[in-house]
């Protein structure tokens, strides 16, 4: 069904009028009726607001009936039905006006007069949003006014009664065409608005889809750098190349975390930012993330402190992740900015009476630059910085902010700041969360060792990734199988046992996801076997494609290797340990 068209629209306008208002009508008219009854007629005036109340009501059910139904357009035969009724209301709502004449007296000629005037009126200005309806309502109304101007015109001997109901009549059609016009006007702006809201979307959309896709492509090149500079430290013989391969390590990895910000932001920009609460420590979540930050500060001779007395919940449903991005970002900035004094960071979380919803606030308070009260606000949108001297002094995207605001707000709660220059400044973030009641993910439980020698197939395309995943893993165990695709992994299940796939997802001919599938479904005693997945697109849609199709595991490229270590270990069955994740330079 088609989106339905203005007429619809207009007549489900007045559906919604017709139906609400039906007490208010059934009342009004009941007041109408008291005025028929003060002129001696009370039968006439119950018998009559009976009528209404019944007609009122009958238009109420027939335009709910017609309207249960989504419409996209709207029959001849019912516009006509409809017409006819709301005729048939006004034909009889002239009633009082024949009563009121009827009786001559001025004072009911006087409220004849101000009853025909009202209702035009209240027509005009309520019921206008179908032009047939409007007419079949009106004109019974309208035909009465004019015929009581000329009645009394005649009586009085002279025109001004008839002019007079002539000009108000006239007066109340430009009424209505100006209401006709402004009605339309509303109704165009509407529509480009939507039809801008709908380009802006697209174009949001595809600016998100671009850098999901320029994120992929350069993270595939850069796993190959990072990769092989953590290899080269490994073995390199001179302090000097050593010194150069960390260089090339370290400048990779800025350029990673600068990626993962412009993807984030893309995704709060987009609405696709989806958090996932599981059971986790937050006691643990926040000491660890201070704790990364000790020898920063200390190097610039800054105390770096944690309360955590008011912590009074521990185990919460938090996105743990995303809790960690948010605050190691508060505190590399409160480090970034502070050349002096101390930060303190401040935890609390209290549980509200009778209920299981606990109040979390994180406070990271600094002494150092601070921010003017003008750039409070600023600060907060993407690509800000208080001023144009940060970015030389102190680097950075901006991003940062933007970013943890998204987080926050994704947690239904916000980041805020107070902060005065040269005195420092204190950024709060809040939310409201869950107890859990379940217990956290034993985490690395089985990452102190590895299997001597664990069975390895890796399915890997791209030749530089594979020679990557060899180093990292070069340490622990050289017991590696190589497949170029999906297929040939499938033909190397077939021939070898292994303990553990890594899987790369985007391949030609047999892709990872098919590859996994494939796995699953079969038949053979490897199909339960752990599918690591390994994967340059890094988005929450690309991971939950992946569990879908049945891997155990998801890492994203480029692979730290501790990560992919602590990953295996915790996936391959202990046998033979030996602690080699230990011997691990990556360690
Ligand atoms: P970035 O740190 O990459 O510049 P952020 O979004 O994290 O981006 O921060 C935006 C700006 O807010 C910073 O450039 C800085 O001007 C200001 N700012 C953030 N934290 C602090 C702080 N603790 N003290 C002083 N200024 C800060």
Not at 255 to 279: Q, R, T, Y
Not at 506 to 528: C, E, K, L, Q, Y
């Amino acid at each position: 069904m088609g989106a339905p068209d203005a007429t619809v629209l207009a007549y489900r306008e007045t559906c919604d009028t017709v139906t609400k208002e039906y007490p208010l009508r059934v009342a009004t008219t009941a007041c109408v009726a008291w005025i028929i009854a003060a002129i001696d007629a009370p039968a006439a005036a119950f018998f009559w607001w009976t009528a209404m109340a019944a007609l009122l009501a009958a238009e109420a059910l027939s335009y709910r009936s017609i309207f249960r139904e989504e419409r996209a357009t709207i029959p001849l035969r019912i516009v006509a039905y409809l017409a006819a009724l709301s005729a048939a209301c006004s034909i009889v709502y002239t009633y009082p006006v024949w009563a009121l004449l009827a009786d001559g007296a001025p004072a009911s000629l006087f409220a004849a007069a101000a009853f025909m005037a009202g209702t035009l009126i209240h027509l005009t200005v309520h019921n206008a949003n179908t032009r047939l309806i409007y007419s079949s309502a009106a004109m019974p109304i309208s035909l009465v006014f004019l015929a009581v101007g000329i009645r009394l015109s005649m009586s009085v001997g002279n025109l001004i009664p008839f002019v007079t109901v002539l000009l108000f009549l006239m007066a109340m059609i430009a009424a209505y065409m100006g209401r006709l016009e402004s009605t339309r006007q509303i109704n165009q702006a509407m529509a480009e608005a939507l039809a801008e809201r709908e380009a802006a979307r697209r174009a949001s959309e595809a600016k998100s889809q671009f850098l999901a896709k320029m994120s992929h492509e350069l993270r595939t090149p850069l796993n190959g750098i990072l990769g092989m500079a953590q290899a080269l430290k490994q073995g390199a013989v001179s302090t000097d190349q050593k010194e150069q391969a960390s260089i090339i390590a370290s400048s990779g990895e800025m350029l990673l975390s600068i990626l993962g910000e412009i993807l984030d932001h893309a995704k709060v920009e987009s609405n696709h930012f989806v958090l996932e609460a599981h059971p986790e420590n937050i006691d643990e979540i926040i000491s660890q993330t201070v704790s990364l930050f000790e020898s920063a500060a200390a190097n610039k001779g800054v105390l770096l402190s944690l309360d955590r007395s008011q912590l009074d919940e521990r185990h919460l449903l938090l996105d743990g992740p995303r809790l960690r991005q948010a605050l190691t970002n508060l505190i590399a900035n409160a480090v970034k900015f502070t050349d002096s004094g101390a930060i303190l960071v401040k935890a609390s979380a209290r549980r509200r009476p009778d209920s299981v919803q606990v109040d979390v606030r994180i406070d990271v308070r600094d002494t150092g630059i601070g921010i003017v009260k003008e750039d409070f606000d600023r600060i907060f949108e993407a690509f800000e910085q208080a001023d144009n001297s940060i970015t030389r002094r102190y680097g950075g995207t901006g991003l940062g902010l933007a970013i943890c605001r998204g987080i926050a707000q994704a947690m239904r709660g916000d980041v805020s700041v107070v902060s005065s220059p040269g005195e420092g400044s204190t950024f709060s973030l809040s939310f409201t969360t869950e107890i859990s009641t379940a217990c956290e993910p034993a985490r690395n439980a089985r990452a102190g060792g590895m299997q001597t020698g664990a069975r390895v197939l890796l399915v890997e395309d791209i030749d530089v990734n594979r020679k990557v995943a060899r180093a990292i893993l070069g340490p622990v165990t050289k017991n590696i199988v190589e497949a170029e695709n999906g297929a040939i992994a499938l033909e190397k299940l077939k021939e070898e046992s292994f303990d553990v796939v890594l899987m790369d997802m985007h391949m030609p001919v047999m892709d990872g996801f098919a590859a996994t599938r494939a796995i699953r479904n079969s038949d053979a005693n490897w199909s339960a076997i752990p599918v690591i997945a390994l994967t340059a697109a890094a988005s929450e849609e690309d991971k939950r494609r992946c569990f879908a199709a049945g891997v155990t595991a998801f890492l994203s490229k480029p692979i730290k290797a501790d990560e992919l270590i602590a990953m295996i270990c915790s996936h391959v069955e202990p046998g033979q340990q030996e602690d080699l994740s230990r011997k691990s330079v990556f360690a």
